[in-house]
């Protein structure tokens, strides 16, 4: 890890960085990069997608002569093709890419013959199922994790340059070894889109009078399916080798369940086992989801109503630590999921209560 000092050395305030790529990610980071006081230069093969990111602050469409460091925020499938012709075309340059696979890109570098000193693979762990520049914001990344794998030959000043970039984006940095990173993401990405988008495709053919039916538990395990078919795909076919041996654990487990349909002992354990999973995934501050309650309440689907709930909440005096809201498709309300710590949740939903609002139980 870097001290303060090394941090500040590493990426000066003049430093000169090219961006490649002005999507979301791409975008997003010019944008807190530019906000930092560096010299930002934005390249898209969509000159309008260029144009966009500049006119929000981004940066200049300006091709620059040299730079600094090279950011390649393009579609996995052309990554590593991008930065070897970085690494190529500006020879004192650090070289990074933001790809949700890191492994097969360092392995396209060291075919291609390129540079590794001056190659830093990185993803920052944010996003959208939504694109382009118009969705971008300079505090995209802000707490949330940015992983730095660099390869063995990387250089270490390179390897800081990278670490400077994501600390001043707002991010807390991970180092790990890219094999290591693309198996951690088939686990806890790239396998549970491949079952949201299965869950989504189940309903294609469901009886469109059943899916009025459909709750906040559909749509949570969905909501991944929405994201680009696309990018996914590139994505998937750049790691399939760590996401097969998931996907073949968990097509066992799933056969489990088919052949023990009839144990009501066996679907307790597996539920019991889910449970267990849950708890085992980092909340707000690293904190266990179980130190969190949601108290739910009822609210009109009118104008000042979210307003008049927040002004609530605010004068019952407890700490919100994430919100979500939940529309009812046959009233003309919704539910908002108000996550406080255990210990607040009783005065919180008392305090709602008085105030003339409804506890969804």
């Known amino acids: 890890m870097l001290s303060e000092t090394d941090q500040s050395v590493a990426l000066l305030p003049?430093?000169?960085?090219?961006?490649?790529?002005?999507?979301?990610?791409?975008?997003?980071?010019?944008?807190?990069?530019?906000?930092?006081?560096?010299?930002?230069?934005?390249?898209?093969?969509?000159?309008?997608?260029?144009?966009?990111?500049a006119s929000l602050g981004a940066g200049t469409v300006d091709e620059p002569d040299e730079v600094d460091l090279v950011v390649v925020a393009v579609p996995p499938a052309a990554t590593a093709a991008v930065v070897v012709q970085a690494l190529e075309q500006f020879l004192d340059a650090t070289?990074?890419?933001v790809a949700s696979v890191k492994a097969p890109i360092l392995a396209d570098v060291r075919d291609c013959g390129a540079d590794q000193r001056r190659y830093v693979g990185s993803h920052p762990m944010a996003g959208s199922h939504r694109s382009g520049p118009l969705t971008a914001r300079a505090d995209l990344f802000v707490d949330r994790t940015w992983v730095?794998?660099?390869?063995?030959?990387?250089?270490?000043a390179s390897v800081a340059q990278v670490e400077a970039v994501a600390r001043l984006c707002g991010s807390r940095v991970e180092i790990m070894d890219p094999v290591e990173h693309d198996l951690a993401v088939a686990e806890v990405s790239h396998v549970p889109q491949i079952v949201s988008s299965l869950m989504a495709a189940n309903l294609v053919d469901v009886d469109p009078a059943h899916l009025q039916?459909?709750?906040?538990?559909?749509?949570?395990?969905?909501?991944?399916?929405?994201?680009?078919?696309?990018?996914?795909?590139?994505?998937?076919?750049?790691?399939?080798?760590?996401?097969?041996?998931?996907?073949?654990?968990?097509?066992?487990?799933?056969?489990e369940v088919v052949d023990h349909l009839d144990r009501p002992a066996a679907v307790t354990g597996l539920m019991t086992q889910g449970v267990h999973g849950t708890k085992l995934l980092p909340?707000?501050?690293?904190?266990?989801?179980?130190?969190?309650?949601?108290?739910?309440?009822?609210?009109?689907?009118?104008?000042?109503?979210?307003?008049?709930?927040?002004?609530?909440?605010?004068?019952?005096?407890?700490?919100v630590e994430d919100l979500s809201i939940d529309h009812d498709v046959r009233r003309e309300v919704g539910y908002i999921s108000i996550a406080v710590e255990q210990t607040k949740a009783a005065a919180l939903g008392q305090a709602m209560v008085d105030a003339g609002w409804s506890l969804r139980l």
């Open 14 to 53: 003049a430093s000169r960085v090219l961006v490649i790529g002005a999507g979301l990610i791409g975008t997003s980071i010019a944008l807190a990069l530019t906000a930092g006081g560096h010299q930002v230069h934005l390249r898209d093969r969509t000159s309008s997608h260029g144009l966009v990111a």
């Open 95 to 97: 070289v990074t890419d």
């Open 213 to 255: 039916l459909a709750g906040q538990g559909v749509r949570d395990v969905t909501r991944v399916a929405a994201s680009d078919p696309g990018m996914w795909t590139q994505i998937i076919m750049a790691n399939r080798s760590a996401i097969r041996s998931r996907l073949v654990r968990l097509r066992g487990q799933l056969d």
């Open 283 to 319: 909340g707000k501050h690293g904190r266990t989801p179980l130190d969190y309650v949601d108290v739910v309440v009822e609210i009109p689907d009118s104008p000042g109503a979210l307003a008049r709930l927040f002004a609530d909440v605010g004068r019952a005096g407890v700490n």
């Open 148 to 156: 730095v794998a660099a390869g063995p030959q990387a250089d270490p």
